[in-house]
């Protein structure tokens, strides 16, 4: 089995900033893709950012393009995703997510619990 632990959430203000962790640990052989996604009350979740392969292709949504950073530490199964210049439109849910292939060669995708970010003055 496989876990991913998520932290960094938290109340900030608008234009601070927010680093947001996820750990996976388990029966892990290697990661693929590892992302952001984000769900805010009443609304669909939705990717923020993805990185794939070893540190490979960086994707972003359009809403957050200079603004956030996702980076990966394959050593650590550790997904990062640096957000500066914090907007309340920016309050949700955040989710990491990771493509996992196991050592018994299984594919999976998994979830994070979820951290909230709450941007407010």
């Known amino acids: 089995q496989v876990q991913l632990v998520e932290s960094g959430g938290g109340l900030v203000q608008p234009g601070e900033s927010l680093r947001l962790s996820c750990a996976a640990s388990g029966s892990i052989a290697s990661i693929n893709a590892m992302g952001w996604y984000r769900q805010a009350p009443g609304k669909e979740r939705e990717l923020v950012a993805v990185?794939?392969?070893?540190?490979?292709?960086?994707n972003y949504a359009d809403f957050v393009k200079g603004r956030f950073t996702i980076s990966r530490d394959n050593a650590k199964n550790t997904v990062y995703l640096q957000m500066n210049s914090l907007t309340p439109e920016d309050t949700a849910v955040y989710y990491c997510?990771?493509?996992?292939?196991?050592?018994?060669?299984?594919?999976?995708?998994?979830w994070g619990q979820g951290t909230q970010v709450t941007v407010s003055s």
């Open positions: 997510n990771m493509n996992i292939r196991q050592w018994s060669m299984a594919i999976l995708t998994y």
């Open positions: 990185i794939l392969g070893s540190g490979g292709s960086i």
